[in-house]
């Protein structure tokens, strides 16, 4: 049997420096056509519209659009210094940033 038909859809979350040095993070199935709608400022409304020009510094494929737009809320809701840590590639840096820094965390009890 042939499925010659069958397309798996590619979705990008993708992450733009802007101009200000602030970070845009976004969700698209074509990421050309929308970095350069970025880059043209096809969209006044849009947050990288005033802060161009622009640099797409990351992105990651998921073949999933469920999957895609929980990974777009989690990159949203990182601090400046995770993202950057992600664009760079640092690994290290990133897990160390994402673990919890309160004093109150139980890693600090024998701290008091």
Aim: some cysteine; aromatic content about 16%; proline content about 3%.
């Amino acid at each position: 049997m042939v499925y010659k038909d069958i397309v798996q859809e590619v979705y990008y979350v993708y992450i733009i420096e802007c101009k200000d040095g602030s970070f845009y993070t976004g969700l698209t199935n074509d990421l050309i056509r929308r970095f350069n709608e970025h880059c043209d400022g096809m969209y006044p409304s849009c947050y990288t519209f005033k802060r161009r020009p622009l640099l797409l510094k990351y992105y990651e494929t998921i073949p999933f659009l469920l999957e895609a737009t929980q990974r777009e809320l989690q990159l949203k809701g990182w601090s400046r210094a995770k993202k950057i840590a992600l664009v760079e590639n640092n690994f290290h840096k990133l897990t160390l940033l994402a673990q919890c820094q309160n004093l109150s965390h139980s890693k600090f009890k024998d701290f008091k």
